[in-house]
């Protein structure tokens, strides 16, 4: 089954908060905090995103993370992929991995076609998107909205 690793969930919720602190910026501790993550698995997650070039961090008093773009700019696919890499729910869609099969097999084309489906869902929602208050039912109805995009 196709799962998103404890690290890209994270780094999400990390977005998130550094997001909603855009543009002053937000702290290590107060990301942790916010969001029960452990500070030195969080540290490393954002070291990523930083190298990413998605947030820029700052040491000493008043340091702490900032988004280099808008929430606006910033996807969960752009967030997602340099942690959890490519959309890939089967090795034959990984071009690194290939398959000689791929022509005869009669799964690709739906393999092809969710791994498609998931970008395209990752790419049209925003960081801004998370940080609008929403009822439940509005996030559903927002979820909605952009799965009909992608199809």
Same mark, same amino acid.
Do not use: H
């Given at each position: @089954?196709?799962?998103?690793?404890?690290?890209?969930?994270?780094?999400?919720?990390? @977005?998130?908060?550094?997001?909603? +602190?855009? =543009?002053?910026?937000?702290?290590?501790?107060e990301i942790s905090e916010k969001q029960?993550?452990s500070r030195v698995y969080l540290a490393?997650?954002?070291?990523?995103?930083?190298?990413?070039?998605?947030?820029?961090?700052?040491?000493? =008093?008043?340091?702490?993370?900032?988004?280099?773009?808008?929430?606006?700019?910033?996807?969960?696919?752009?967030?997602?992929? =340099?942690?959890?890499?490519?959309? *890939?729910?089967?090795?034959?869609?990984? !071009?690194?991995e290939g398959c000689d099969e791929v022509?005869?097999?009669? +799964?690709? !084309?739906?393999?092809?076609?969710?791994?498609?489906?998931?970008?395209? @869902?990752?790419?049209?929602?925003?960081?801004?998107?998370?940080?609008?208050? @929403?009822?439940?039912?509005?996030?559903?109805?927002?979820?909605?909205?952009?799965?009909?995009? *992608?199809?």
């Open positions: @089954m196709f799962r998103l690793s404890t690290k890209g969930r994270y780094a999400v919720r990390a @977005m998130y908060e550094i997001a909603k +602190a855009y =543009p002053e910026g937000i702290t290590l501790d029960k993550i490393q997650i954002l070291n990523r995103l930083r190298q990413a070039r998605l947030i820029r961090s700052s040491r000493g =008093p008043g340091g702490g993370y900032v988004l280099r773009k808008s929430p606006d700019e910033i996807t969960l696919y752009d967030v997602l992929e =340099p942690l959890e890499g490519p959309v *890939c729910v089967a090795s034959c869609i990984d !071009p690194s022509d005869e097999c009669v +799964a690709f !084309p739906i393999w092809r076609r969710l791994a498609q489906y998931i970008e395209c @869902m990752l790419k049209n929602v925003k960081l801004a998107d998370l940080i609008k208050t @929403m009822s439940s039912q509005e996030r559903e109805k927002f979820a909605e909205s952009v799965t009909l995009k *992608c199809f």
